[in-house]
């Protein structure tokens, strides 16, 4: 605009730079946030006459040349930018002269890769005018303009024709990028970088925005347009007693030959509450419950959440020392578990009631839905406690609300229509985070749920499946690929109807012959951290014909009241197909870490977007980017954290166990996929001088303390 050109050139003469600068500047910034990176390399036009050479002025011809720019950018005010920048082009001018193939030799860049891939050529195009000299207008006489076409050799070249009075930005780029969002980046680096000079000079550059309006609005509110009404007069467990009220007969749960109806199930879970009611517990209290896969889990979690606290599921097949670490951390009110349980458990001072033993447990106790009255716990109450990986060498507890929980199932029950005909199948640890949604989902729909057996067999879930007419399952791509991969799989399955995976990247390959000849199977890609109630986006694979389409599938679209927003280090929107971290907000966004306030502050941070007062989001360290429809699509980490078969592993808490086990002076460990599919932990161990290392000897020590998943390989 008008004003825009006036600023630019007012600003130029106000900081004693030519308004080249700031144009090669604002590229600089737009390269910066398109590319993830602070310091930028591109060409730049020098006319190659000005450094005095002898005769030049009187010599026909081009003397045009392109030589590298380097800007960095990070950790430097607006102010300094500017004149770091102008003092960088007042250095290339002395080489204005030298060849681009001498400045790639005095380069380290290998002479097969080019020096940049994007080129800026600020040039002096103003028009004839009526003021000029006749001579110079009748230089112009006979000279008719026939046709005029610019190209480029670099994939993305920007030219800025100074005009006079006004500026002039056109844009040559391949077919991959849309020439016209460049312009409007520039356009907005511009406007941000001359609003900053004249306001906040000392403000971080890196900080200035390049986003157009329609764009930042695209990014934040449309691609977020996730609104929902859901059941917020009723939480989890009095949604349960609802369809046990409606359908008491109905099967609510089946564990190998055994089985409870809804009525069955509800009375229980009731008799549980309300001996844990009798011992004082009350809202956000936290119940552990380790317990083997049963009908009594079940009643257990049910239990929990009908008495108003929160459950911390806990895997009896953890190590001692874990389990022990777990509950001194999560300073349970009491515990729940089995007998069979009991002699794997540490010791412990808070009081434990047997599930198994329910008639001298609980069976003197009423059997009808409590009525908690003034302590009643509400949506802003915790749901439960997960213990996740955490990179200081010990696992770290995750708190989810209830109205995280409510929104999560009431998504998953109305996006997939979930219903009293419904068969869902429980193969997972009800420790892990995914097993939450598929334990309640089809209880609170009426639905069966089915457990699975303890041990993970392919074969013997297969024929799970088959004999009980199951239609859902939850799991890892690495599970379901043992799943998909078993024998005549695609003729014994034919009562699945959606297949939900989450935790690693789907790979099609793996999973195309089980999807071509079961075209009544659904797969949905789904995604989300433990600190946010499981899952906060999913997409459902698209059919082509009867095949899935088999490019890279994408982690989708937010679910209900979710936001996704992908950001860069300093929490702004990046631009749509540019990398970032994404980051979570809305109503499934969880209380933090149990007793790691330092660690909850750092990643549970205030929401800027949200209008809602208090709002936060949380960094989950993910990176990713959003697709021009949409759809998000997962690039991996930005941290040491890794995905083995779904479970989130902070490879530090295994180098710190490693650290401490005898003979070991250092250790690192990553997760190596020598072969496309099958990742796995390796641990490197330097021992300490003249000391031996025996690998049987660390794997054994290391099983004491870490779960089974996060024991390497090798």
Not at 44 to 53: E, H
Not at 691 to 708: G, H, P, Q, Y
Request: charged letters at 20%; hydrophobic letters at 40%; proline letters at 5%.
């Amino acid at each position: 605009t008008d004003d825009l050109a006036l600023a630019i050139r007012e600003t130029a003469r106000r900081e004693g730079v030519t308004p080249a600068t700031l144009f090669h500047l604002a590229w600089a910034q737009v390269l910066a946030q398109c590319c993830g990176s602070d310091n930028v390399v591109f060409g730049t036009v020098l006319s190659g006459r000005l450094q005095g050479t002898d005769g030049a002025g009187e010599v026909i011809g081009m003397f045009i040349n392109t030589l590298p720019l380097h800007l960095r950018l990070s950790g430097i005010s607006v102010k300094e930018a500017v004149r770091s920048t102008n003092a960088r082009l007042t250095e290339l001018l002395t080489h204005e002269q030298a060849s681009l193939a001498l400045a790639q030799r005095c380069s380290s860049v290998p002479p097969t890769l080019p020096l940049f891939t994007t080129m800026l050529n600020y040039r002096h195009s103003h028009a004839a005018s009526a003021d000029e000299p006749v001579d110079s207008q009748r230089a112009w006489d006979g000279i008719r303009h026939v046709r005029g076409e610019e190209r480029t050799n670099y994939p993305l070249g920007v030219s800025v024709d100074d005009l006079g009075d006004g500026f002039a930005i056109s844009t040559q780029c391949v077919k991959a990028i849309d020439p016209s969002r460049i312009n409007a980046y520039l356009n907005r680096a511009m406007e941000s970088l001359i609003a900053a000079l004249r306001d906040v000079p000392e403000k971080e550059v890196r900080s200035l925005d390049i986003l157009p309006e329609t764009e930042r609005h695209q990014l934040l509110v449309q691609f977020n347009d996730t609104a929902a009404a859901y059941p917020q007069d009723h939480l989890i467990h009095q949604l349960f007693e609802q369809q046990a009220a409606l359908q008491p007969e109905a099967t609510a749960v089946v564990y190998e030959q055994d089985s409870l109806t809804y009525a069955e199930l509800n009375r229980r879970a009731n008799q549980v509450a309300h001996r844990l009611l009798s011992l004082g517990v009350k809202p956000d209290d936290r119940v552990a419950i380790c317990v083997e896969r049963s009908l009594e889990m079940v009643v257990g979690l049910l239990g929990i959440l009908k008495a108003g606290a929160a459950y911390v599921p806990l895997d009896p097949a953890y190590p001692h020392e874990r389990l022990a670490y777990m509950l001194a951390d999560c300073a349970p009110t009491l515990l729940l578990s089995q007998t069979a349980v009991q002699e794997r458990l540490p010791q412990r001072s808070m009081a434990t009631l047997l599930l198994d033993e329910h008639e001298a447990t609980f069976g003197h106790y009423p059997d009808s839905n409590p009525v908690r009255g003034a302590l009643t716990p509400t949506e802003n109450n915790l749901a439960y406690v997960i213990y996740t990986s955490g990179s200081t060498g010990v696992p770290k507890g995750a708190g989810v609300f209830h109205r995280g929980l409510r929104n999560l199932l009431f998504w998953y029950g109305s996006e997939f229509a979930f219903g009293a005909a419904d068969k869902v199948l429980v193969v997972t640890s009800f420790s892990f985070d995914l097993t939450q949604k598929n334990l309640f989902v089809c209880l609170l729909a009426g639905g069966q749920l089915h457990l699975g057996a303890p041990l993970f067999d392919p074969e013997q879930i297969v024929e799970q499946i088959a004999r009980e007419r199951i239609d859902t399952l939850n799991m890892t791509p690495s599970a379901f690929y043992a799943i998909a991969e078993s024998v005549n799989a695609a003729t014994r399955c034919t009562s699945l109807r959606r297949v939900f995976l989450g935790g690693e990247p789907i790979q099609y390959g793996r999973v195309a012959e089980l999807l071509e000849r079961c075209p009544q199977l659904e797969l949905v890609n789904s995604y989300g951290p433990t600190e946010c109630s499981d899952v906060v986006s999913y997409h459902r694979l698209e059919r082509e014909g009867r095949n899935y389409r088999k490019e890279l599938i994408p982690i989708g679209r937010p679910i209900f009241n979710t936001h996704i927003y992908v950001l860069n280090p300093h929490g702004m929107p990046v631009p749509v197909g540019v990398a970032g971290e994404i980051h979570i907000g809305g109503i499934g966004v969880g209380f933090g870490y149990l007793n790691r306030g330092e660690l909850t502050a750092e990643r549970f941070i205030p929401d800027p977007f949200s209008a809602v007062t208090g709002a936060r989001m949380y960094r989950t360290g993910d990176l990713g980017r959003y697709l021009a429809d949409g759809n998000i699509e997962y690039l991996g980490r930005n941290d040491f954290q890794v995905k083995i078969r779904g479970f989130r592993i902070e490879l530090g808490e295994i180098e710190a166990r490693l650290a401490t086990c005898d003979g070991v002076r250092e250790a690192i460990v990553i997760a190596r996929e020598d072969q496309p599919g099958d990742k796995r932990l390796v641990a490197y161990v330097v021992p300490q001088p003249g000391r031996e290392i025996s690998t049987a000897i660390l794997r054994a020590e290391l099983a004491t303390t870490l779960a089974d998943y996060m024991l390497p390989g090798a």
